[in-house]
């Protein structure tokens, strides 16, 4: 089965730049999306089609995918960004979430 | 405002089935526009995929899960459903719905979750 794989933990200081990736086989080819969940809320849509914000998401917030990596970065965080994030991609007829990646903002 | 609400028993035996619903307002689920799905997170762990139904009844699976599986539609109602059956302790997640985005075999996404419930399969 197809695996997505993310780092367990990224830590940033506020107003700096945050990296989080997700590898996989050839995902560079496939569309990859990307979710945020803060602390006992459920999963939002940041990033979709590698790239693209979903309206109400600052531009902060962006993606790039080429490739076996996918990234999203986020620029100038800010402390409410501190939560776990998921990339997802569909592979041979199945939807797959990455590991997920604790951001901690210090 | 578009809302999805996740409604059914906390708490399932081992062995039984577990049966979900969502109920979607805000949006009408005949829509041809999108799809609606089911995700589970079981405790500490990655959310995983569980299926997806389209207007017309059409039902995509995750494999894994397939032949225990079912979702339905209530167009009456404006819900959809879940049914899984033979639950173990490993079925113990909580489980989301979703509105799904799909304008092509390969371009799939979320872009509303309901808030989620919590399901303990129990021995």
């Known amino acids: 089965s197809y695996d997505l794989t993310q780092p367990p933990s990224v830590s940033v200081s506020p107003g700096q730049t945050a990296t989080i990736t997700c590898s996989g086989d050839s995902l560079g080819g496939k569309y990859v999306s990307w979710y945020q969940q803060p602390p006992g809320q459920s999963p939002m849509l940041v990033i979709y089609?590698?790239?693209k914000r979903p309206s109400g998401i600052p531009e902060r917030f962006s993606g790039s995918n080429s490739g076996n990596t996918a990234t999203l970065t986020i620029s100038g965080t800010q402390a409410m960004d501190e939560a776990d994030f998921y990339c997802?991609?569909?592979?041979?007829?199945?939807?797959?979430f990455g590991g997920g990646t604790k951001l901690t903002v210090l | 405002q578009l809302q999805l609400q996740e409604s059914g028993p906390g708490l399932v035996k081992s062995s039984e089935t577990l049966s979900l619903t969502c109920t979607v307002s805000?949006?009408?689920?005949?829509?041809?526009?999108?799809?609606w799905g089911w995700i589970r997170q079981p405790p500490g762990k990655r959310l995983q995929w569980i299926g997806t139904?389209?207007?017309?009844?059409?039902?995509y699976y995750n494999p894994s899960l397939e032949s225990r599986l079912t979702i339905s539609l209530d167009t009456s109602k404006n819900q959809f459903s879940l049914r899984l059956n033979s639950v173990t302790a490993a079925d113990t997640a909580v489980y989301y719905c979703?509105?799904?985005?799909?304008?092509?075999?390969?371009?799939?996404?979320?872009?509303?979750w309901g808030q989620g419930t919590l399901v303990t399969v129990s021995s």
């Open positions: 805000g949006d009408s689920i005949r829509s041809e526009t999108y799809y």
């Open positions: 979703a509105r799904q985005k799909s304008p092509g075999a390969t371009h799939n996404w979320f872009d509303t």
């Open positions: 997802q991609a569909w592979d041979g007829g199945t939807l797959v």
């Open positions: 139904i389209y207007y017309s009844g059409s039902t």
């Open positions: 089609e590698d790239r």
